[in-house]
Nanobody
Framework: VQLQASGGGSVQAGGSLRLSCAAS????????MGWYRQAPGKQRELVAV???????NYADSVKGRFTMSRDNAKNSVYLQMNSLKPGDTAVYYC?????????????????WGQGTLVTVSS
């Protein structure tokens, strides 16, 4: 089970990028699929997440600029990033959370992609 993120790069402020994350392997019982980012010297933070009911939640800092989508047939999620700002500079990670069921109960498993760097210059 692997997550492969791609699409990062360097752009000027106001530009756009589209990130992709393809999941290989089986992901039954997915609870959520999301994008996180980590800027230098900062903690990893949520950017956008699709939860199991199909709702998408965005961080306030990206609302109206970023759009997350999902292609179930391709087991992939995407992040369209428009009107990029220097503050969006970070390594972006895709994330999957799924529920694993056991005879005695269940647990939440979390998977991370390798990260793709987005650099926005002013």
């Amino acid at each position: 089970v692997q997550l492969q993120a791609s699409g990062g790069g360097s752009v000027q402020a106001g530009g756009s990028l589209r990130l992709s994350c393809a999941a290989s392997g089986s992901f039954p019982s997915i609870k959520s699929m999301g994008w996180y980012r980590q800027a230098p010297g900062k903690q990893r933070e949520l950017v956008a997440v699709i939860i199991s009911d199909g709702n998408i939640n965005y961080a306030d800092s990206v609302k109206g600029r970023f759009t997350m989508s999902r292609d179930n047939a391709k087991n992939s999620v995407y992040l369209q990033m428009n009107s990029l700002k220097p503050g969006d500079t970070a390594v972006y990670y895709c994330n999957v959370q799924r529920t694993i069921y056991y005879p005695a109960g269940e647990r939440l498993a979390t998977y991370w992609g390798q990260g793709t760097l987005v650099t926005v210059s002013s």
